[in-house]
């Protein structure tokens, strides 16, 4: 289904507004980014038949975990018991979110997976990781300086 | 249309004292004493409302050009009670055409609840017959998934057209209602 984005696709601009969204989740609850405005948030596309992003989405959890930050990982499989058994294996705490329609991967023109946005408490994207885990010695100083704005 | 004063001036007037402000700013970074602290204060609060002010401004005025009277059609929804039914999402169709797929939060079901309206969706209709059709999803009665759908024939006259959703209890059969009114 991602075939279908632009080869040219590329997810938001630094500094620019990330799209809102919201998505049911696979504890059956709905969430929207906006009502996490305040603090910031790290964004995780990810699919199941991708390895490295289920590597990433562990270590984000655990960051979320440990700092408190919320972490929304965004499952573009279109199957949410798929999503929610990978998310199991592999213990995640945080927000498992499933993009059924990929219509949220489509706003972010998700061309790469995983995809990795570090938003600031305004919701502007302040970081981004395309195709590759995201470096957590990158992602955490600028992280803890967001949360200390 | 309603003749709306041009925002322009205001604009210019804006851009003028934000001028006036940087300039002694800059200039005089010593005197900053408490009865210039106090002006400087009250300049961008009255720039802040300035802003605001004509932030809305272009709001209505975006609002009257993409969707001028004569054609619009806006969808609402409110809550009245609801204990019998916990609103998940709703699908809204405009002549079978799919318009509006809103998914809810906790936050915002529990601000429905409070007494909230939501503008569900807000369009452009010819004049003429239309068909509006909406379909809640959420649970129902003994936590079971419900899914109902409403329909509503509309004649659209020149002049806006208002829809509202109502989702309210049925005491009688402890059953959801979803009602449809159409405002002038």
């Known amino acids: ?149 | 249309m309603k003749s709306r004063p041009n925002p322009m001036p205001r604009l210019m007037k804006l851009v003028a004292v934000l001028a006036m402000l940087a300039a002694p700013l800059a200039a005089v970074p010593s005197e900053n004493d408490a009865a210039s602290l106090k002006t400087v204060d009250q300049d961008v609060q009255a720039l802040k409302k300035q802003l605001i002010d004509l932030n809305r401004d272009l709001f209505k005025l975006e609002e009257e050009l993409l969707y001028p009277a004569s054609t619009q059609v806006a969808v609402f929804l409110s809550v009245d009670v609801g204990t019998f039914f916990a609103l998940d999402s709703v699908t809204l169709k405009v002549d079978d055409k799919e318009v509006a797929n809103y998914l809810y939060t906790d936050r915002e079901v529990q601000a429905l609840h409070r007494g909230g309206v939501q503008k569900l969706y807000l369009g452009n209709l010819k004049a003429g017959s239309h068909e509006i059709v909406a379909f809640f999803t959420g649970k129902g009665p003994h936590e079971r998934d419900y899914r109902r759908g409403t329909t509503l024939k509309v004649d659209k006259a020149i002049g806006a057209k208002y829809v509202e959703l109502r989702i309210s209890d049925r005491e009688a059969s402890l059953q959801p209602e979803f009602v449809v009114r159409q405002w002038e």
């Open chain 1, 1 to 149: 289904m991602l075939a279908a984005v632009p080869a040219l696709a590329a997810p938001p601009a630094l500094d620019s507004l990330a799209p809102d969204f919201a998505l049911k989740g696979i504890d059956g609850r709905n969430l929207r980014l906006s009502e996490f405005r305040g603090e910031p948030v790290v964004l995780h596309f990810w699919a199941s038949w991708c390895g490295p992003c289920r590597e990433s989405i562990a270590a984000l959890d655990a960051l979320g975990a440990r700092t408190g930050t919320p972490v929304l990982g965004v499952n573009l499989d279109g199957n949410n018991e798929r999503a929610a058994a990978v998310a199991g294996s592999l213990h995640i705490q945080s927000p498992t979110l499933v993009d059924a329609r990929q219509s949220v991967a489509r706003s972010y023109d998700v061309a790469k997976l995983p995809l990795t946005l570090l938003l600031d408490a305004d919701g502007n994207v302040r970081a981004a990781w395309a195709g590759v885990p995201a470096n957590l010695n990158e992602l955490t100083p600028q992280l803890e300086r967001l949360r200390q704005d």
